[in-house]
């Protein structure tokens, strides 16, 4: 069933409060409206799991709000692309001794370029998604992405990889309102169970958020894992004294303070991890503040804004729920990007990414070394 219009607008229907109001606003805006909603965990992945956003059950709510808007509603079946692009990465990752952020992933790689490729084939000529964030264009044609109106609610930190190609094919309908609006509109609309639907908050693919089982777990499906990735090693302090053991690198992160197992007059804190000799290294504070990383493959959201950074005004968030840090910024003679923050800040986090912002305008952003 191919709708074509050039007011056909795809909506990624989640089964939760923000994609079901993105599709009404849609509607009401006179949009030709079609729901898709992707399945991306089977039963054995997710067996287990007490909440997801993309189970069978939110599949099936958002199947149920597309009937009775009267719009179509499509599953696209992008199981085995998410196992790949996402959850054997992020396997991958924690072995290796970094912490990432699945969600931006998730964002990047199957909303906005194998969802949005599925939403076109189907004769949409926009994805709109329940993101609270914005999208501008200037009178040359340039996009910028920008934080949402509710600064609470931003989820700009996870579109900081969108292109200007991405920008033009994507719609945002919630990202000018706050949650209550949102949850309003959901109410007067008549959808009273989605209005006062939680936010999903955790990773959606991890049960009971045991992250070291699952990641145990997986790697054994996974060619060419080391054993060794899973097996304990030793704990030392900054000066390369043995202090301890762990029990695999996979289940520590930098800036941890339980569970490391050591007696110590001051908290001790995870700083830093090598997976290459299977060593965690530990100190205290101070250990984990720095005022400086280097971004190797930062993506600019408008690429002229390369030859400016210097000149800007910035600040950075170094997680989803990290503030804005001020900082100046750089492009380097390699083309790395350079932040320096002014004021130490602490526990940056490899495998994390990075956003820089001039202001509400997101600049773009990379994964921490």
Same mark, same amino acid.
């Given at each position: 069933?191919?709708?074509?219009?050039?007011?056909?607008?795809?909506?990624?229907?989640?089964?939760?409060?923000?994609?079901? *109001?993105?599709?009404?606003?849609?509607?009401?805006?006179?949009?030709?409206?079609?729901?898709?909603?992707?399945?991306?965990?089977?039963?054995? *992945?997710?067996?287990?799991?007490?909440?997801?956003?993309?189970?069978?059950?939110?599949?099936?709510?958002? /199947?149920?709000?597309?009937?009775?808007?009267?719009?179509?509603?499509?599953?696209?079946?992008?199981? +085995?692309?998410?196992?790949?692009?996402?959850?054997?990465?992020?396997?991958?990752?924690?072995?290796?001794?970094?912490?990432?952020?699945?969600?931006?992933?998730?964002?990047?790689?199957?909303?906005?370029?194998?969802?949005?490729?599925?939403?076109?084939?189907?004769?949409?000529?926009?994805?709109?998604?329940?993101?609270?964030?914005?999208?501008?264009? +200037?009178?040359?044609?340039?996009?910028?992405?920008?934080?949402?109106?509710?600064?609470? /609610?931003?989820?700009?930190?996870?579109?900081?990889?969108?292109?200007?190609?991405?920008?033009?094919?994507?719609?945002?309908?919630?990202?000018?309102?706050?949650?209550?609006?949102?949850?309003?509109?959901?109410?007067?609309?008549?959808?009273?169970?989605?209005?006062?639907?939680?936010?999903?908050?955790?990773?959606?693919?991890?049960?009971?958020?045991?992250?070291?089982?699952?990641?145990?777990?997986?790697?054994?499906?996974?060619?060419?894992?080391?054993?060794?990735?899973?097996?304990?090693?030793?704990?030392?302090?900054?000066?390369?004294?043995?202090?301890?053991?762990?029990?695999?690198?996979?289940?520590?992160?930098?800036?941890?303070?339980?569970?490391?197992?050591?007696?110590?007059?001051?908290?001790?804190?995870?700083?830093?991890?090598?997976?290459?000799?299977?060593?965690?290294?530990?100190?205290?504070?101070?250990?984990?503040?720095?005022?400086?990383?280097?971004?190797?493959?930062?993506?600019?959201?408008?690429?002229?804004?390369?030859?400016?950074?210097?000149?800007?005004?910035?600040?950075?968030?170094?997680?989803?729920?990290?503030?804005?840090?001020?900082?100046?910024?750089?492009?380097?003679?390699?083309?790395?990007?350079?932040? /320096?923050?002014?004021?130490?800040?602490?526990?940056?986090?490899?495998?994390?990414?990075?956003?820089?912002?001039?202001?509400?305008? *997101?600049?773009?952003?990379?994964?921490?070394?």
């Amino acid at each position: 069933m191919l709708i074509k219009s050039n007011k056909t607008v795809a909506v990624a229907m989640s089964g939760g409060v923000d994609s079901s *109001v993105s599709a009404i606003i849609l509607k009401n805006r006179g949009y030709s409206v079609i729901g898709v909603s992707m399945h991306l965990i089977s039963g054995n *992945v997710a067996s287990g799991a007490l909440k997801t956003c993309c189970s069978i059950d939110d599949i099936i709510s958002a /199947k149920r709000v597309c009937v009775k808007l009267g719009i179509p509603h499509f599953v696209i079946n992008l199981e +085995n692309e998410f196992k790949t692009a996402v959850i054997d990465r992020f396997v991958l990752e924690y072995l290796g001794g970094k912490t990432p952020n699945p969600c931006i992933l998730c964002n990047c790689v199957m909303k906005f370029d194998l969802l949005l490729k599925r939403a076109k084939e189907l004769g949409a000529k926009f994805l709109a998604t329940g993101h609270y964030a914005r999208i501008t264009k +200037n009178t040359s044609g340039l996009y910028f992405l920008l934080k949402s109106k509710d600064l609470t /609610k931003d989820q700009s930190y996870v579109l900081y990889d969108l292109s200007q190609e991405n920008l033009k094919s994507i719609i945002f309908p919630v990202g000018n309102m706050n949650k209550r609006q949102t949850r309003q509109i959901a109410s007067d609309a008549g959808f009273a169970e989605i209005s006062g639907k939680k936010d999903s908050v955790e990773i959606c693919f991890i049960p009971n958020k045991d992250y070291a089982g699952f990641i145990k777990k997986q790697s054994s499906e996974l060619p060419d894992i080391s054993n060794g990735c899973l097996k304990k090693g030793f704990i030392k302090n900054l000066k390369g004294e043995i202090i301890g053991e762990h029990n695999g690198i996979f289940n520590y992160t930098v800036g941890q303070r339980k569970r490391l197992g050591i007696s110590s007059k001051n908290p001790l804190y995870v700083v830093k991890i090598s997976a290459e000799n299977n060593e965690i290294f530990a100190g205290n504070l101070e250990d984990c503040l720095s005022d400086a990383l280097t971004v190797k493959n930062f993506n600019f959201i408008n690429p002229g804004d390369k030859n400016i950074l210097h000149e800007m005004k910035t600040t950075a968030k170094i997680r989803y729920s990290s503030p804005d840090y001020k900082c100046s910024a750089f492009v380097s003679e390699g083309g790395s990007v350079k932040i /320096k923050f002014d004021e130490k800040v602490k526990f940056i986090t490899p495998g994390q990414s990075i956003v820089v912002y001039s202001g509400i305008k *997101v600049i773009g952003g990379g994964i921490i070394e």
